[in-house]
């Protein structure tokens, strides 16, 4: 193995964060074309905790701590949350660049090293969550994170470090810290991969990088407890229950059987399982062992991750290519081994192309953007006047209805009302209409009545909004729901606290609103008659 200089590989890393970290700020401010609502969802989260409240204690989320912790501590320092984001996650690459560079160093040589702290970094900086839609869109940001994060933990843990670079105790912490970062970034990966990452320890006899890993986890749990309390935990469970709870949200992608043999994965799948049988023939059992036991991890998180972006395929490729075995052995198909690993790594890495592709080009996609087309997302809020959506998508109101409640004649011909069942609430039948676009100017208007004769809600007014997610209270200046779901999953999170609640005439999600209202008609609620405008009814709620 041919060591790489650490000091060589540290300014490496250094060139591509200010690289693609400084093709981001360098906008200055963040341009969105794809997923709106899920940029307001990541805004109102830091906003609340800009305001001091805590993840999970103060309002309701699955997502981690960790997540909205970069951006909120450079939005207190003055920046604005479209600058804080992006400079969130260069402090993320700057915080992870160190245990990038053990990983490489001890473990990894020539060109596969260097491609791993570019895989590494460019996912952390990305501007876009993989595929192949170049939309730039912040959506699922913390996946990329945790997919950087497990990245390190596991290549720590199944590949042994060279004679010469033996850290056991460094090597223990490190992944006891990734693993922990991954427990209180998305659940999802750490369920995923503590048991393989420490299966594989143990199989290499690093019993003290495990106990030490186990130690630092431990450390930094109690760490939290001590910053947040005892209940933030319970607290951290109960949100994450919450989504197995939810109808619409548990899985939010394609079913678990496309993941493995549909059209887009299968070529994949098969990759994954000859990987094993060629690493394990060319004799590298426990190596071989090891990626079997982290297969149902990578199919699992990809399941479970909306848009189903196969992104262990990158770790896969950087992890073939680390193993190659001398020439001369033969594995399936009577192949010589070497060359089997190396076309397994190439098909890996061929399969994962485009969407890697996509992560690393859009930070210059962004730089690149036309400012024209955009305009800010909320600009009543001075803090957010550098978030910028694109005014096409934004301020342009289209709805899907069903057009048989317009045109009765149609009746006959017609089976919409077998696909999509009119939405009650109290005996009341809702429009059947979905939001397709256009929900920056449809909350803006809804903020507004509210406001208005026959609403006339304070400013201090909370609201219950029977919908996947809404930026109500931030364009309207009422006060955030204590308890509330910025994204909703299930239950009736925060509706103690409401003063009324909020039903959309033509909700961004159909069946969230159903499972919503469904739960609501089951709290026990004193509701006042619902006041009327085209586009929601509210219901005031008798404290």
């Given at each position: 193995?041919?060591?790489?200089?650490?000091?060589?590989?540290?300014?490496?890393?250094?060139?591509?964060?200010?690289?693609?970290?400084?093709?981001?700020?360098?906008?200055?401010?963040?341009?969105?074309?794809?997923?709106?609502?899920?940029?307001?969802?990541?805004?109102?989260?830091?906003?609340?905790?800009?305001?001091?409240?805590?993840?999970?204690?103060?309002?309701?989320?699955?997502?981690?701590?960790?997540?909205?912790?970069?951006?909120?501590?450079?939005?207190?320092?003055?920046?604005?949350?479209?600058?804080?984001?992006?400079?969130?996650?260069?402090?993320?690459?700057?915080?992870?660049?160190?245990?990038?560079?053990?990983?490489?160093?001890?473990?990894?040589?020539?060109?596969?090293?260097?491609?791993?702290?570019?895989?590494?970094?460019?996912?952390?900086?990305?501007?876009?969550?993989?595929?192949?839609?170049?939309?730039?869109?912040?959506?699922?940001?913390?996946?990329?994170?945790?997919?950087?994060?497990?990245?390190?933990?596991?290549?720590?843990?199944?590949?042994?470090?060279?004679?010469?670079?033996?850290?056991?105790?460094?090597?223990?912490?490190?992944?006891?810290?990734?693993?922990?970062?991954?427990?209180?970034?998305?659940?999802?990966?750490?369920?995923?991969?503590?048991?393989?990452?420490?299966?594989?320890?143990?199989?290499?006899?690093?019993?003290?990088?495990?106990?030490?890993?186990?130690?630092?986890?431990?450390?930094?749990?109690?760490?939290?407890?001590v910053?947040?309390?005892?209940?933030?935990?319970?607290?951290?469970?109960?949100?994450?229950?919450?989504?197995?709870?939810?109808?619409?949200?548990?899985?939010?992608?394609?079913?678990?059987?496309?993941?493995?043999?549909?059209?887009?994965?299968?070529?994949?799948?098969?990759?994954?399982?000859l990987?094993v049988?060629?690493?394990?023939?060319?004799?590298?059992?426990?190596?071989?062992?090891v990626?079997?036991?982290?297969?149902?991890?990578?199919?699992?998180?990809?399941?479970?991750?909306?848009?189903?972006?196969?992104?262990?395929?990158?770790?896969?490729?950087?992890?073939?290519?680390?193993?190659?075995?001398?020439?001369?052995?033969?594995?399936?198909?009577?192949?010589?081994?070497?060359?089997?690993?190396?076309?397994?790594?190439?098909?890996?890495?061929?399969?994962?192309?485009?969407?890697?592709?996509?992560i690393?080009?859009?930070?210059?996609?962004?730089?690149?953007?036309?400012?024209?087309?955009?305009?800010?997302?909320?600009?009543?809020?001075?803090?957010l006047r550098?978030?910028?959506?694109?005014?096409?998508?934004?301020?342009?109101?289209?709805?899907?209805?069903?057009?048989?409640?317009?045109?009765?004649?149609?009746?006959?011909?017609?089976?919409?009302?077998?696909?999509?069942?009119?939405?009650?609430?109290?005996?009341?039948?809702?429009?059947?209409?979905?939001?397709?676009?256009?929900?920056?100017?449809?909350?803006?208007?809804?903020a507004?009545?509210?406001?208005?004769?026959?609403?006339?809600?304070?400013q201090?007014?909370?609201?219950?909004?029977a919908?996947?997610?809404?930026?109500?209270w931030?364009?309207?200046?009422?006060?955030?729901?204590?308890?509330?779901?910025?994204?909703?999953?299930?239950?009736?999170?925060?509706?103690?606290?409401?003063?009324a609640?909020?039903?959309?005439t033509?909700?961004?999600?159909?069946?969230?609103?159903?499972?919503?209202?469904?739960?609501?008609?089951?709290?026990?609620?004193v509701?006042?008659?619902?006041?009327?405008?085209?586009?929601?009814?509210?219901?005031?709620?008798?404290?």
């Amino acid at each position: 193995m041919t060591k790489i200089s650490p000091l060589k590989y540290a300014a490496f890393l250094a060139i591509l964060i200010l690289i693609f970290g400084g093709a981001g700020l360098a906008k200055g401010g963040l341009y969105i074309g794809r997923h709106e609502g899920d940029t307001a969802h990541m805004i109102e989260i830091v906003m609340r905790m800009l305001q001091g409240q805590i993840p999970h204690l103060d309002f309701s989320t699955p997502i981690g701590i960790f997540a909205f912790l970069p951006a909120v501590s450079f939005a207190k320092a003055g920046l604005g949350l479209g600058q804080a984001f992006i400079a969130g996650q260069v402090l993320v690459a700057v915080l992870l660049a160190p245990m990038v560079a053990r990983a490489a160093v001890s473990r990894l040589s020539g060109l596969t090293a260097w491609g791993f702290g570019f895989v590494t970094v460019s996912m952390i900086l990305s501007l876009v969550h993989g595929e192949n839609i170049t939309a730039l869109s912040v959506s699922m940001y913390y996946n990329r994170w945790a997919w950087a994060a497990a990245f390190i933990a596991i290549l720590l843990a199944a590949l042994p470090p060279r004679d010469d670079a033996q850290a056991p105790v460094l090597d223990g912490m490190i992944v006891g810290a990734m693993l922990a970062a991954l427990a209180l970034l998305k659940p999802t990966y750490f369920v995923a991969f503590v048991g393989p990452i420490a299966i594989a320890f143990a199989l290499c006899g690093a019993w003290r990088s495990l106990w030490i890993g186990v130690l630092t986890g431990a450390a930094i749990a109690a760490l939290m407890v001590v910053l947040y309390g005892v209940d933030f935990f319970p607290a951290y469970v109960n949100d994450l229950l919450s989504v197995t709870r939810s109808d619409t949200r548990a899985a939010p992608g394609v079913p678990l059987m496309e993941v493995i043999n549909g059209p887009r994965f299968m070529i994949a799948t098969l990759t994954l399982i000859l990987s094993v049988i060629v690493l394990r023939q060319a004799g590298q059992d426990r190596a071989g062992l090891v990626l079997f036991l982290l297969a149902p991890g990578f199919v699992y998180v990809t399941y479970q991750n909306f848009g189903n972006d196969p992104k262990w395929l990158m770790l896969l490729a950087i992890y073939l290519l680390a193993l190659r075995p001398e020439t001369g052995r033969r594995v399936v198909f009577n192949a010589d081994a070497r060359n089997a690993v190396a076309g397994l790594a190439l098909v890996s890495f061929a399969l994962i192309t485009p969407s890697f592709q996509n992560i690393v080009t859009s930070p210059f996609r962004h730089l690149a953007t036309r400012a024209l087309d955009y305009a800010p997302q909320f600009k009543t809020r001075p803090e957010l006047r550098d978030v910028f959506v694109k005014t096409q998508r934004t301020a342009t109101v289209l709805g899907r209805v069903v057009m048989v409640d317009d045109l009765p004649q149609l009746a006959p011909y017609v089976v919409e009302d077998d696909l999509f069942k009119p939405v009650t609430f109290l005996g009341e039948t809702l429009p059947r209409c979905t939001l397709q676009s256009g929900d920056v100017a449809m909350h803006s208007y809804m903020a507004d009545r509210l406001k208005q004769p026959p609403f006339n809600f304070p400013q201090d007014s909370q609201f219950f909004v029977a919908d996947i997610a809404s930026g109500i209270w931030i364009l309207g200046g009422f006060e955030p729901l204590k308890g509330g779901a910025p994204w909703y999953y299930s239950g009736t999170p925060g509706i103690e606290n409401a003063d009324a609640i909020i039903i959309p005439t033509c909700p961004l999600d159909t069946e969230i609103e159903r499972n919503a209202l469904a739960a609501l008609e089951t709290a026990g609620l004193v509701l006042r008659p619902p006041l009327r405008d085209d586009t929601m009814l509210v219901y005031p709620i008798v404290k």
